[in-house]
């Protein structure tokens, strides 16, 4: 590396040679990073930024942990690569490791190299185990951006990337913008429910392989289902024989404060995808959680999928390195802790402070603000709105996760009270500029 990098020059380097996802390429400022550290990055010239994102919602073990950067060398110098038909000792540890974390009735991992592959995996499964087509999943929801895992996707990125057939979608809970009129958490949940129910009943539930359902909607605003939909899903799932497959991917490993998110509601699917905060990003990895029914299913019959990467050595190296030091160092508790205790209340007191605050929600270190400039009309800010936002948090040394009208809080679950109320102090700060 030049001693004559700069984050200009960086950032120049990058425009030039790389294509960009989701994005109009020229119309692209990335910011240029150069190393990290725990919850903070530093850019080419110094300037420390607390990530208030974790990145995509991933590095849940924070920058350079040097126990998975540790796991992860001595994984590359004993075996760096195996074909996923040879057995190997990291991806059978890997795999126990996470068995051991997950709730109670699973019995196999199906490895994927991200969370979109294990969506795609997850609905053949039940294709396959139903002999069913239709897949339900919910308009406001992001499942992925391969060919079934996009056309799952309720968010508008899907509206060109509709090649897959046999997919419908539903409205799910969100009181604030309810689509049912209703009042109340109850009255929210009730209708939600029967909803759904009418969308089954008109698209012949014997056709409907499969409902996918975040456990905690995430890139769509942080929605916490209401108490006992969640419950209401699984029971309508089992009076039509359709599988239940909960997307974990951006909530699971400890994002909520329990190792997996579904744990907040009181519920077990039959299917759970994950990726992300398994190994914090530090190597392309995601997978499927299998139901003993359905592992016992295709124990006589071939399952039509695979991948050249699945269960990569460096991969599985990471996630037992990961799992090890999330265990060792309480890193659930913790986000269970500062979670409650510090960043709830503070962002409810943002509520009542700031009129263009409409709603505050989420679980553990996963919240949402959502930002309006009309209370009672529940107008959104608008993109210009926003990037001012996004500019102050940067200027004051903030790295935040924005979509649409709303702050995403998410730092790394090992963040200390301290550097917690650093990031709040400053949010506190922006909320009063606008």
């Not at 960086?10 to 989701?22: E, G």
């Not at 996918?212 to 009076?239: A, F, N």
């Not at 392309?284 to 695979?306: M, Q, R």
């Amino acid at each position: 590396m030049s001693t004559q990098d700069t984050n200009q020059s960086i950032a120049q380097a990058d425009l030039d040679y790389v294509f960009h996802s989701w994005s109009v390429q020229n119309q692209l400022k990335p910011l240029a990073f150069k190393t990290g550290k725990g919850c903070t990055l530093w850019d080419f010239e110094g300037k420390a930024y607390l990530d208030f994102s974790s990145q995509l919602i991933n590095t849940n073990v924070g920058h350079q942990h040097p126990k998975v950067i540790a796991g992860i060398i001595e994984q590359v110098q004993e075996l760096a690569t195996i074909a996923p038909a040879h057995a190997n000792k990291a991806r059978g540890l890997a795999a126990q490791k996470i068995l051991e974390v997950a709730p109670a009735g699973f019995k196999k991992i199906f490895f994927t190299n991200a969370g979109a592959d294990a969506v795609e995996n997850a609905i053949r499964m039940a294709r396959n185990y139903t002999g069913r087509r239709k897949v339900l999943s919910a308009y406001r929801s992001y499942h992925g951006n391969t060919g079934t895992a996009i056309a799952a996707t309720g968010d508008p990125r899907r509206f060109s990337n509709e090649y897959a057939h046999d997919h419908v979608h539903y409205f799910g809970p969100y009181l604030y913008r309810s689509e049912f009129w209703a009042e109340s958490e109850e009255q929210e949940c009730e209708r939600a429910l029967q909803h759904l129910r009418r969308i089954i009943e008109c698209e012949n539930p014997k056709e409907i392989a499969c409902i996918l359902i975040e456990s905690l909607p995430g890139t769509v605003g942080i929605l916490v289902p209401p108490k006992g939909y969640m419950q209401g899903v699984r029971k309508i799932c089992d009076e039509f024989g359709i599988v239940m497959i909960m997307d974990e991917v951006m909530v699971g490993f400890g994002r909520t404060g329990k190792w997996f998110a579904l744990e907040n509601f009181d519920v077990t699917p039959d299917l759970i995808t994950f990726a992300k905060g398994v190994n914090s990003g530090y190597v392309p990895a995601g997978g499927v959680l299998i139901s003993e029914a359905i592992n016992t299913y295709f124990d006589d019959k071939p399952f039509p999928g695979g991948l050249t990467y699945s269960g990569h050595p460096l991969a599985m190296g990471s996630i037992v390195a990961t799992i090890d030091a999330m265990k060792e160092e309480g890193m659930v508790e913790n986000a269970a802790k500062i979670g409650a205790e510090i960043l709830a209340p503070a962002l409810q007191k943002f509520a009542e402070k700031y009129q263009v605050v409409g709603e505050v929600r989420g679980l553990g270190l996963f919240w949402a603000i959502e930002l309006v400039s009309d209370r009672q009309k529940k107008t959104k800010f608008t993109a210009q709105e926003m990037n001012k936002v996004k500019q102050l948090c940067l200027d004051k040394g903030l790295l935040p996760f924005l979509a649409e009208n709303r702050i995403h809080v998410a730092p790394p679950l090992i963040i200390s009270q301290e550097e917690m109320e650093r990031g709040l102090a400053i949010l506190d700060e922006v909320l009063a500029g606008l």
